[in-house]
Nanobody, 110 residues
């Protein structure tokens, strides 16, 4: 199973960004998708899980016809600077995450 993130980059404070996660090698509809992030010197933290946990500035969505999950981020702040990871869990799996993407850097700076 492969998860490939895209869409990261440099954005000014207050700006918006959309991250994409393209999944291959699995039946996408059987995956619970989530987004995490890790800032320098900090532990990886959960940002959003589809339909279970939503940050009021971040929205997770998915397109089952394209095997893609998205993370829409608005009103970004410098503290949002981190490597953002797409993750997936098989339905019925006892683990928190079964598959990770390689990560995409998001930098919020003026």
């Amino acid at each position: 199973v492969q998860l490939v993130e895209s869409g990261g980059g440099l954005v000014q404070p207050g700006g918006s960004l959309r991250l994409s996660c393209t999944v291959s090698g699995a039946t996408f509809i059987n995956l619970v998708m989530s987004w995490w992030r890790q800032a320098p010197g900090k532990e990886r933290e959960l940002v959003a899980v589809y339909r279970s946990f939503v940050n009021d500035r971040f929205t997770i969505s998915r397109d089952n016809s394209k095997d893609v999950a998205y993370l829409d981020m608005v009103n970004l702040e410098p503290d949002d600077t981190a490597v953002y990871y797409c993750a997936a869990k098989n339905l019925g799996s006892s683990g928190t995450v079964d598959y990770w993407g390689q990560g995409t850097q998001v930098t919020v700076s003026s």
